[in-house]
């Protein structure tokens, strides 16, 4: 844990660790067309973690797991 290189550089986000990466991003970001939709200009076309994923963990937490629970009739992993 003392070797600095072990740890990801925290000035950029997870998906902007490589530099090729961080400039395909840049370019990406500065070649967007505003006029083709309402939507403005973005680095990522999706986040890396998805809501889904995030939840899956979190029922595993109080009191996330009891509200899930309570969803689904007092049991977890009802189908």
Do not use: C, K
Request: net charge negative; glycine share 6%; aromatic share 16%.
């Amino acid at each position: 844990f003392e070797d600095p290189n072990f740890y990801r550089d925290l000035e950029y986000p997870v998906g902007a660790q490589d530099p090729a990466n961080r400039r395909r991003l840049h370019n990406r970001y500065a070649d967007f067309d505003e006029g083709m939709n309402d939507e403005p200009p973005f680095h990522f076309g999706q986040h890396y973690s998805s809501r889904p994923i995030v939840l899956y963990y979190l029922v595993r937490l109080p009191p996330f797991t009891y509200l899930a629970m309570d969803m689904q009739g007092g049991r977890l992993d009802i189908a």
